[in-house]
């Protein structure tokens, strides 16, 4: 089994910052790619970050600029800093990532924790 855990959410005035973190644990051989998305109220989820194995990091243009993702691999865990925070980033955010287990690689989900940005 293999859970990803996010915390770091909350309440934060426009012009803020937050980080989020999210922890895998679990029969875990590997991870790839590992990424953010949000989903606001009546709206898709959509992708806000993308960091793969590698170090490759990719961003829409929504959020570049502001947005940084990173990977701590020691600790199996992504992390995403958001600054100028903006109240078009108000949603449920959730993290994904590709695990390889003993049985085959698949992609994960947290739960998602929220983030309001407003004053």
């Known amino acids: 089994q293999v859970q990803l855990v996010e915390s770091g959410g909350g309440l934060v005035q426009p012009g803020g910052s937050l980080r989020l973190s999210c922890a895998a644990s679990?029969?875990?051989?590997?991870?790839?790619?590992m990424r953010w998305y949000r989903q606001a109220p009546g709206k898709q989820r959509d992708l806000v970050a993308t960091t793969t194995a590698g170090g490759s990091t990719y961003y829409p243009d929504s959020v570049r600029g502001r947005f940084t993702i990173s990977r701590d691999n020691a600790k199996n865990t992504v992390y995403l800093q958001m600054n100028s925070l903006k109240p078009e980033d108000t949603a449920v955010y959730y993290c994904?990532?590709?695990?390889?287990?003993?049985?085959?690689?698949?992609?994960?989900w947290g739960q998602g924790t929220q983030v309001t940005v407003s004053s």
């Open positions: 994904n990532a590709d695990i390889r287990t003993r049985a085959t690689i698949s992609g994960y």
């Open positions: 679990g029969s875990i051989l590997s991870i790839h790619d």
